[in-house]
């Protein structure tokens, strides 16, 4: 029997950033408000960047991390906050579809059922420190040196 696997797609990266990957999907809850930010890319025009904390929900589980985001994917959620039948992304997961690569990347914002966090969520995504994470990636000289939550002492 020949399995098909046109469904298989490379999972986003690992870390302490969420990084979706081109042609790839994650579904992750948003905690908190974002923190925005301005940062200009390759000597252009400083644009705003926002940085939350995420719970993305893996087959192999649920990890937190921090996640930046640019006006798009703001303005994408903000249209379902508007929505009187989603309202805040905080009560609902979300699907980021990324299409693309470099200036022709897509992205879209799928919303799930509503649906609580467990306790043990709770703790994983408190762990998070964005400021910290924002102020110590920015600093750090080398990837030893950033922030990370998570490390034990």
Request: glycine share 8%.
């Amino acid at each position: 029997m020949n399995e098909s696997n046109w469904n298989d797609r490379e999972e986003s990266a690992g870390g302490l950033f969420l990084k979706i990957n081109p042609d790839t999907s994650v579904r992750v809850r948003f905690v908190g408000n974002p923190i925005r930010t301005m940062e200009s890319f390759k000597g252009g025009e400083p644009r705003p960047r926002y940085t939350s904390k995420v719970l993305v929900r893996e087959p192999a589980g649920v990890r937190a991390c921090a996640y930046q985001f640019g006006t798009v994917v703001k303005n994408l959620l903000a249209d379902l906050a508007d929505e009187e039948d989603w309202g805040s992304p905080e009560t609902f997961d979300v699907v980021i579809k990324r299409n693309g690569s470099g200036l022709d990347t897509e992205y879209s914002v799928i919303p799930k059922a509503k649906s609580g966090i467990t306790a043990e969520e709770m703790v994983l995504a408190n762990k998070i420190d964005l400021v910290a994470i924002l102020s110590k990636s920015k600093s750090a000289k080398s990837r030893d040196d950033e922030y990370d939550p998570f490390k034990e002492d």
